[in-house]
């Protein structure tokens, strides 16, 4: 069975700091490896997707994500956060034979001024 | 492009009663799925459609929810009888193909008092 655990319910981080939001998964297959970002009251949109190849993905808005096999993690980072960054965060796995999505709990990113 | 839209935005029911929502996912698209999403938790899959057959309904509470895609286009999800339990945000996905992305709309927030 696969499982995603975000290690971090809630990051709060000051405007132009860096920050990284942590995953970890399991999985006894391969796995396909997805950031979501969720606005209030808005659906899901995807940051960005590890498939294959490389393991550092770049996504929207300036974030990054690095696939690290040994440590199953994929943690999310981000250089300078912006006040429009605050948002519930995802990761999520599929083993990419039906598509479906299994979620972590999100991570509440809080970007002060 | 339209989105993925969903309809109604919110609802409250007394328990008990009935509910229904709607999801119309983007055209072209043949793969659609239903998400439930709990207060603090991350969305879970409820069912899973590829045109209008069921790919994965592992998760679904059969003895009160019930999904249909009629004609592979629109669905439709209820919820009878409503439990305070299934107070929740409902999200619809759709992707081209199980293994694509997949794009959420803007969920249908629900209220079981």
């Known amino acids: 069975a696969q499982s995603v655990t975000q290690l971090d319910s809630q990051v709060p981080v000051f405007e132009e700091a860096p920050v990284e939001l942590r995953c970890n998964y399991s999985s006894s297959v391969s796995v396909y490896l997805f950031w979501y970002v969720q606005y209030p009251n808005q659906g899901l949109q995807l940051l960005l997707k590890?498939?294959?190849?490389?393991?550092l993905v770049k996504g929207i808005n300036g974030f990054e994500a690095e696939f690290n096999k040994s440590q199953t993690s994929f943690h999310l980072r981000k250089p300078s956060v912006h006040i429009s960054d605050t948002a519930e965060y995802f990761c999520?796995?599929?083993?990419?034979?039906?598509?479906?999505?299994?979620f972590g709990q999100g991570t509440t990113l809080q970007v002060k001024p | 492009e339209a989105g993925v839209a969903q309809s109604p935005r919110y609802k409250i029911i007394e328990k008990r009663q009935s509910v229904a929502f709607w999801c119309n996912p983007i055209s072209g698209h043949a793969t659609l799925y239903w998400y439930q999403q709990i207060l603090g938790q991350g969305p879970k899959l409820l069912i899973q459609f590829q045109n209008n057959g069921v790919v994965d309904d592992s998760q679904l509470p059969k003895d009160r929810f019930s999904a249909e895609r009629l004609k592979g286009v629109d669905s439709t999800l209820k919820i009878q009888p409503a439990k305070l339990e299934d107070s929740a945000v409902y999200l619809c996905a759709s992707s081209p193909g199980v293994k694509d992305t997949q794009y959420f709309g803007p969920g249908t927030r629900l209220t079981v008092l």
């Open positions: 999520a796995v599929s083993s990419g034979n039906t598509g479906k999505l299994i």
């Open positions: 590890y498939l294959s190849g490389s393991t």
